[in-house]
T-cell receptor, first 111, second 117 residues
Framework: KQEVTQIPAALSVPEGENLVLNCSFT??????LQWFRQDPGKGLTSLLL?????REQTSGRLNASLDKSSGRSTLYIAASQPGDSATYLC??????????FGSGTRLQVQP | NAGVTQTPKFQVLKTGQSMTLQCAQD?????MYWYRQDPGMGLRLIYY???????DKGEVPNGYNVSRLNKREFSLRLESAAPSQTSVYFC????????????????FGPGTRLTVL
């Protein structure tokens, strides 16, 4: 059974700092990996999708990498802003089921 | 486009009552999903539908039934609600590529917050 772990569970940084969120998964036979953002009391917004054949994806200040062989992904956020404060969820997509989610990293960026 | 819509937004039930959560998407996606989110546990898949007319169990299907009414709509029914079903329920949809059942980017609704007393 796939298990997805996100470390750290919570993170607080000053504005402007670059930061890395980590995600690990136990079964490397995945189709894709997605990073989502969730604001308090809201639904999920997809940030980046990496197919299994890709190594990384970039969108603006966000860069996500994927290393299937080691079962790891990182989400890099450059020049963090208070508006980046949210919970970030990592999820892996497999062949027969939908997404398996990690429990998230709660990020707070302090002005 | 409204994306993925869910009704109701909030609901309080008594143990043993039944209810149906509604979900609709206007993106012409073939795959739809129901998840529940509990504190500290991330999201867990309840049921999914890879295409109109098909449904499959996810990780935590017990106590739930689903119906893929048409391509747009996917409902989740609690026949006899229990306090353990207190949670936030999310519906999602996505476009499935080729023969894979795992879809590309999934789009989520705003969620239904359900409390069972």
């Amino acid at each position: 059974k796939q298990e997805v772990t996100q470390i750290p569970a919570a993170l607080s940084v000053p504005e402007g700092e670059n930061l890395v969120l980590n995600c690990s998964f136990t079964d490397s036979a995945i189709y894709n990996l997605q990073w989502f953002r969730q604001d308090p009391g809201k639904g999920l917004t997809s940030l980046l999708l990496i197919q299994s054949s890709q190594r990384e994806q970039t969108s603006g200040r966000l860069n996500a990498s994927l290393d299937k062989s080691s079962g790891r992904s990182t989400l890099y956020i450059a020049a963090s802003q208070p508006g980046d404060s949210a919970t970030y969820l990592c999820a892996v997509g497999e062949g027969r089921r939908a997404l398996t989610f990690g429990s998230g990293t709660r990020l707070q960026v302090q002005p | 486009n409204a994306g993925v819509t869910q009704t109701p937004k909030f609901q309080v039930l008594k143990t043993g009552q039944s209810m149906t959560l509604q979900c609709a998407q206007d993106m012409n996606h073939n795959s739809m999903y129901w998840y529940r989110q509990d504190p500290g546990m991330g999201l867990r898949l309840i049921y999914y539908s890879a295409s109109e007319g098909t449904t499959d169990k996810g990780e935590v299907p017990n106590g739930y039934n689903v119906s893929r009414l048409n391509k747009r709509e996917f409902s989740l029914r609690l026949e006899s609600a229990a306090p353990s079903q207190t949670s936030v329920y999310f519906c999602a949809s996505g476009r499935t590529s080729g023969g894979a059942r795992a879809s590309d980017t999934q789009y989520f609704g705003p969620g239904t917050r359900l409390t069972v007393l």
